[in-house]
């Protein structure tokens, strides 16, 4: 269970990392990438233990790093997705508001 909690921290972590860092992170939330990076680094943390991945000699390491890796790529998909998509909605919108 203490692999789960570090798990969520790193990723919560990773994941406000990745807000502070972005230069479009006013067009979506604070907390979107460290919500998703945790939602994905526990999701992959429950597979690896379902898989029996947790307790083995030579694979204890999985659901320790493969979790807040997932987590770490997911918040920094999202806050590229959104950005990119939000950007250009917002511009859609400022000009479609400025022709009438």
């Known amino acids: 269970m203490l692999s789960l909690v570090i798990v969520v921290l790193v990723t919560v972590a990773a994941g406000f990392i990745v807000w502070a860092n972005d230069r479009r992170h006013a067009k979506y939330g604070m907390f979107l ?7 994905v680094g526990m999701l992959a943390w429950i597979i690896c233990m379902a898989a029996g991945l947790g307790y083995q000699p030579g694979l204890t390491w999985v659901p320790w790093i493969l979790p807040m890796v997932a987590g770490s790529a ?7 997705y959104l950005g990119r998509l939000r950007t250009k909605r917002d511009t859609q ?8």
Do not use: E, I, W
């Open 74 to 80: 997911a918040a920094v998909a999202v806050a590229g």
């Open 33 to 39: 990438p460290a919500g998703v990076a945790t939602v």
């Open 93 to 100: 919108r400022l000009t479609a508001a400025l022709k009438k």
